[in-house]
């Protein structure tokens, strides 16, 4: 019984913190290394590893990736 009332008074307490303030005031860093060459990289390791993609390709694939992606992303402000 004294378990029960230790598991009851645990999972009523509220414990939980709301960090999506905290995350949304950070400032972000840019990174060093652009998105297209990212993909690029990306794409080349997996063209590595498929039967039908050579790495070049695989890179190419990766760079119209992100940028469609890039594309398609809302503008942060």
Known sequence: ??????????????TTQDFSRARSTQTKKKSRVSPA??????????????PKLSPFSGAVIGIMSTKMY???????R
């Open 1 to 14: 019984m004294k378990y029960q009332t230790i598991l009851d008074q645990t999972t009523d307490a509220p």
């Open 37 to 50: 060459f990212a993909g690029a990289v990306m794409g080349a390791i997996a063209g590595r590893f498929l």
């Open 70 to 76: 890039q594309k398609h992303q809302p503008k942060h």
